[in-house]
């Protein structure tokens, strides 16, 4: 199982970012793919899930509305897209999938929003 994070970078408040996370190794499409963040002295939390059928949930309240997830099963890509970013959001973003009992993690993506 491999997960490559790309997208991320530095962004002013209320700007916006498509975080991708291009798998390979395993059937893509069968399984759910989640979004994490860690920003710095923090545990990792869950920001967003999307079923193998595209049904999506959000970690918090603070990121409905603001933060979209997809998923390209022909691409085996799954996306993150951040709007209205604000300097709470400034985190490592991680792609998951959990197969067969066991976690796979990206590298990971930063995330800066910062004026």
């Known amino acids: 199982v491999q997960l490559v994070e790309s997208g991320g970078g530095l962004v002013q408040p209320g700007g916006s970012l498509r975080l991708s996370c291009a798998a390979s190794g395993f059937t893509f499409s069968a399984y759910p793919m989640k979004w994490y963040r860690q920003a710095p002295g923090k545990e990792r939390v869950l920001v967003a899930s999307?079923?193998?059928?595209?049904?999506?949930?959000y970690g918090a309240d603070s990121m409905k509305g603001r933060f979209t997830i997809s998923r390209d099963n022909a691409k085996n890509t799954v996306y993150l897209q951040m709007n209205s970013l604000k300097p709470e959001d400034t985190a490592v973003y991680y792609c998951?999938?959990?197969?067969?009992?066991?976690?796979?993690w990206g590298q990971g993506t930063q995330v800066t929003v910062s004026s």
């Open positions: 998951n999938v959990k197969k067969q009992g066991l976690n796979y």
């Open positions: 999307i079923t193998s059928a595209g049904g999506s949930t």
